[in-house]
């Protein structure tokens, strides 16, 4: 009997590494896809972000075959990064280039990956924000990317929009992450408000196991902290 | 003293050119940019289609620039294209691509464009798509662009996104434009539902003179037209 697998899409990153180890410690086969190489994984995939978006896909595609890789229970992409300027920036656009490629690159390979290797009834995620539901005058490009994902949710949750029967799709969109790199440059922020990363990994495994626990397919599911317990949104 | 003046990024397509060719008949210097250079237009700025984000941007505002352009009353972004896929179809990932390339290039470059040269209480139009408002599974690249245009325009309507003072930032989502091309490829489509380009063009005119008779900044107006007449729809 083959071991239950999933793909981690930024399984290097904090929460990415989290989920990977999280899954790991429940006897599944943790495959990570990311810049960097994922020790804690079983599979690490790199990814080139000096190549095309087109040529990420392929060579990712032609990674995950090449390595025998067939049918996930869950594909989770958590790739992403942040970075702010509003539109009198000198930067806005570079950095809107940088929030596109981290964001919106991983969501539609990471859907790519779902419609040829997450098995019927599977569960994909993608990695919207809370705050782009609405403008982020501070932060345009970041707020666009994650604007996109947004809509390739509900894209993807439709019918023929290609996925595998039965498959759910499902972006979480955080505030703040409790993570080792907010902490360090938000040293004074009330952490209590912040998400834990372990919340989203249980979330995930829960959601892999128990399809009558997902939200609807296409939610955007907003995950708000306070005093250290995460209230869940759906819109 | 000097004629009033517009910019009309994509200049040269069907809408862009309707929007020029009105704002010439009215007294107006109309500055084109576009792949391709418009004849009917006062000075035409060419786009080089493969170069980067930052590139564009910086031959775009250098042009500007060398040629003199200081205030504007208005810069309209007309600019786009369309290219279906959903999450199975190989050329998903490259059309999402030019979907962006076309569609978020063009917007962000008018955004920087409109900090630079739009007069104070100006106004700056982007194309959005009444589609993108939802899921758009069969033409996923698009929706996700669209949708991006979507939220950048509520990002600019901040008062502190960077435009000058009194701006107007609002998008148009047509659901069919009556351009020559849409007739060429929908030939027995029901014309009577499609916008006509005057209609846009004489909004955007009245717009540029009247600041009363704007939506609010932010707006996404949609255009739904009914046996030849165009009704807004305020989101």
């Known amino acids: 009997l083959q071991m239950p697998s999933v793909i981690v899409y930024g399984g290097r ?3 990415g590494h989290a989920i990977a180890l999280h899954f ?3 006897g599944y086969r943790v495959i ?3 810049v960097h190489s994922n020790e804690d ?3 690490s995939i790199l990814v080139d972000v000096n ?4 040529e990420q896909e392929k060579s990712i595609m032609d990674s995950l075959s090449s390595k025998g890789i067939e049918e996930v229970e869950g594909v989770f992409c958590v790739a992403g990064g942040w970075a702010g300027g509003n539109a009198s920036s000198s930067d806005m656009i570079s950095n809107a280039d940088l929030m596109w490629k981290q964001s919106v690159f991983s969501s539609t390979i990471a859907a790519k990956i779902a419609v040829k290797h997450l098995k019927k009834g599977g569960i994909l995620t993608l ?3 809370e705050a782009a539901r609405s403008g982020t005058a501070g932060m345009i490009g970041y707020g666009m990317a994650k604007a996109a994902v947004h809509q390739l949710t509900k894209s ?3 019918k023929d929009a290609g996925l595998p029967e039965g498959a759910t799709v499902v972006a979480i969109l955080p505030v703040t992450l409790d993570t080792p790199m907010n902490r360090k440059w938000m040293p004074d922020a009330d952490h209590s408000t912040w998400t834990p990363l372990s919340f989203i990994a249980e979330k995930f495994h829960s959601w892999s196991e128990k399809k009558d626990s997902r939200p609807t397919s296409g939610t955007l599911l907003s995950l708000k902290t306070n005093g250290g317990i995460t209230h ?3 819109h």
Chains 1, 2 share one sequence.
């Open 41 to 43: 994984s079983d599979i």
């Open 156 to 158: 993807l949750a439709d």
């Open 232 to 234: 869940e949104e759906q």
């Open 24 to 26: 790991k410690s429940h």
């Open 127 to 129: 990695t919207g924000a």
């Open 32 to 34: 990570s896809i990311d």
């Open 51 to 54: 190549s095309s978006w087109t």
């Open 13 to 15: 990153g904090a929460l």
